[in-house]
């Protein structure tokens, strides 16, 4: 076994390798770049070396600079663990000639199974079924759109180098083909400096399965059952579960068969996934699963599997790239109960699921309750340089249903101020009633997203404990003091007090009157509301009022307060009483970035005519491209930026022209 090893990553997947590292008696080292200089991973390291500056290219992606530090050190070893270099055949070859050992499979292994048309092809032979569709050379457009015309539409286009959702698009009309063709090219050649795609079928109610495989150097191949990740946006996987609901044992069992095919096809050594498409149409058959590709890594969702099985599979990479044989034959292995993850991340749902900036004023997670791989603590910032991702929030349970609501309860005990998370949606995905009962496919976000982003109504339980402490009301009492129970109280007369908020947009000037002994009455909408704080400890506040005792959290930031309460986060803004009312002037006259990002794409120019929600610029952030529309019809008065251009958040990128009624006025 290796004494040291180097992980060559950062977040959540460093963290997650350190800790299996720590248990083996094994010293770990971290790279990290001067973003994150004071990261958790950092700090969890034996040793820690920077490797450059916070753009990837100039330091995660630095092979050279990688294979320093292996020679400080004394690292025999390097955990890539996913994205990044985890699946660069280069990076392999490059280790192997300094000597330090790869954990993971081979650089033939990875090539082979790197592009995604070579990988189908390679399959194909192997007798593993394939999506039908068009995974050839030929990238001209006229030729590739014949392609889709004669597969059918809809069809999804997909960089060959691709992962993770980036380079995909779905093609319902034919029209609609060009556009999207350059769109995937585009992030192809930003996300994996290749932009050739293929085109396939697209199922109308497929399932994403897939297998975790492991094989060793001495022969042995196995398989760890399988995973459903189908529920997905933009291709992106959000809440993953093992077993797969509803599988027949057959199905499982010719799935698993075809999953140890593959691997054995390319003497495949290490942690491998191979992911299928089922069409379940007419529910789940043997014969309707075909190969969408194998990812030569550990992947995201891989503690599900861990959690069903009861193996530790950072162990077993560890394991198998120091030269020993697997730990267990496949009659060895076997599962028991439910388990689930949800990928908790800083990001606005109802805003298309914006990726989100900002630091993490206060993160309480629910690690009581489930097994939380996080790589952020409270206080951390959240960069535009990586993935927003804040945790995986994973759970175990005897049955699907109980592992279910250990997910829903766990999500909805999670705290995070300071920056917008997904968590109310990962939530009401748990509540959805298709979900529950296992009936899950790719397209069941598209069509449900609207009342899965809903915002719920804030009650005015929330808006009365933000005014209180707004006003300084919520001090907990201190010692015997009896004075302290009498915040807001006067001698003469009741006590007035106003607090300014703004809550989900609207303005509310909420009227308190103490009353003594941590008792208020407090005008809301619906009329006046007793309030009787029972204990404050903090910002967590027990509070009864019309003879219902509740519990909630107010936490303190400085974009204002956010209660906790019944399971969500309401954000509350404290104006200034000064300011003025109105909206700022022209707001919807600009198109704002709203976030940091690469303008990739300008639409239109000045003088232009457009009309509401007409796509005009598309800015890369986070290496996916987000389509910014006209905020109102009208004329283009002014282009601020260009092609090319990198802008921060909030930065102004056109005006639209006044309207003849604004410029009159």
Not at 30 to 44: E, L, T
Not at 318 to 327: D, I, N, Q, T
Not at 462 to 484: C, H, I, K, Q, S
Request: some cysteine; charged content about 25%; glycine content about 10%.
């Amino acid at each position: 076994m290796f004494k040291k090893i180097l992980i060559a990553n950062r977040g959540e997947i460093a963290c997650r390798v350190m800790a299996t590292a720590k248990q083996l008696g094994i010293k770990t080292v971290a790279v990290y770049s001067d973003a994150d200089a004071k990261a958790k991973h950092v700090a969890m390291a034996d040793e820690a070396y920077c490797i450059g500056p916070a753009p990837v290219a100039e330091s995660y992606l630095k092979v050279d600079r990688i294979i320093e530090v292996c020679r400080k050190s004394g690292a025999e070893a390097v955990h890539p663990g996913y994205g990044f270099l985890s699946e660069n055949p280069d990076f392999v070859d490059a280790l192997e000639k300094a000597g330090i050992a790869f954990i993971g499979p081979s650089a033939k292994s990875i090539r082979a199974m790197g592009l995604k048309d070579a990988a189908k092809a390679l399959m194909e032979k192997a007798g593993v079924p394939v999506v039908p569709g068009y995974h050839g050379d030929n990238q001209d457009p006229d030729f590739l759109k014949a392609r889709a015309d004669e597969i059918g539409y809809p069809v999804l286009i997909k960089a060959r180098a691709g992962g993770g959702g980036k380079g995909m698009r779905r093609v319902d009309d034919p029209k609609d083909f060009a556009d999207a063709l350059k769109g995937a090219q585009r992030e192809g050649e930003a996300s994996f400096g290749d932009g050739r795609v293929l085109i396939e079928k697209y199922l109308t109610k497929p399932r994403h399965i897939e297998i975790q495989i492991f094989g060793d150097s001495h022969g042995n191949a196995v398989h760890l059952f399988e995973r459903d990740c189908s529920l997905q946006r933009r291709h992106q996987k959000v809440i993953e579960e093992a077993p797969a609901p509803g599988m027949p044992e057959e199905m499982r069992r010719a799935m698993g068969e075809a999953a140890v095919t593959a691997a054995r096809a390319i003497d495949y050594s290490g942690a491998g996934t191979i992911e299928f498409i089922a069409d379940v149409s007419e529910g789940l058959k043997s014969d309707r699963f075909y190969f969408m590709e194998m990812n030569t890594r550990l992947q995201v969702e891989h503690p599900v599997t861990e959690m069903i099985t009861g193996e530790d599979l950072v162990e077993w990479q560890l394991r198998v790239a120091s030269g020993e044989a697997l730990p267990k034959r496949q009659e060895q292995l076997s599962f028991d109960g439910w388990a689930f993850e949800a990928r908790l991340y800083a990001e606005d749902a109802p805003k298309g699921f914006l990726p989100a900036i900002g630091t993490l004023e206060h993160l309480a997670l629910p690690e009581d309750s489930a097994r939380v791989d996080s790589g952020v603590r409270s206080g951390d910032e959240i960069s535009p340089y990586y993935d927003p991702m804040i945790a995986k929030v994973i759970v175990h349970g005897p049955t699907r249903e109980a592992a279910l609501g250990k997910l829903l309860a766990s999500l909805e005990a999670t705290e995070v101020a300071g920056c917008v998370t997904n968590a109310a949606f990962l939530a009401a995905l748990c509540r959805h009633d298709g979900f529950a009962k296992g009936d899950v496919d790719t397209g069941l976000i598209d069509r449900d997203l609207e009342s899965l982003i809903r915002e719920p109504e804030v009650p005015e339980d929330a808006v009365a404990l933000a005014a209180l402490t707004a006003l300084g009301l919520t001090r907990p009492a201190a010692g015997n003091d009896p004075f302290e129970t009498l915040a807001g109280w006067r001698i003469w007369s009741a006590s007035r007090q106003f607090a300014l908020l703004e809550v989900a947009g609207e303005r509310r000037d909420v009227e308190v009157h103490a009353r003594g002994h941590q008792r208020f009455a407090m005008h809301l909408k619906g009329g006046i509301r007793d309030y009787t704080l029972i204990n404050v400890d903090g910002g967590t506040i027990t509070y009864e009022s019309e003879g219902h005792r509740a519990r909630a959290v107010v936490v303190k930031g400085s974009k204002g307060l956010t209660v906790f309460l019944n399971g969500n986060a309401f954000p509350v803004s404290l104006p200034d009483a000064l300011s003025a009312d109105e909206e700022a002037a022209g707001a919807g006259d600009q198109l704002v970035a709203p976030m940091p990002g690469l303008v990739k794409v300008l639409t239109a120019k000045a003088g232009d005519t457009v009309s509401k929600e007409q796509p005009l610029v598309i800015l890369e952030a986070m290496k996916m491209e987000h389509t910014l529309k006209a905020p109102r019809d009208g004329v283009i008065g002014e282009v601020l930026v260009s092609e090319g251009e990198q802008v921060t958040d909030g930065t102004i990128l056109l005006a639209l022209a006044e309207e003849e009624s604004d410029a009159a006025a």
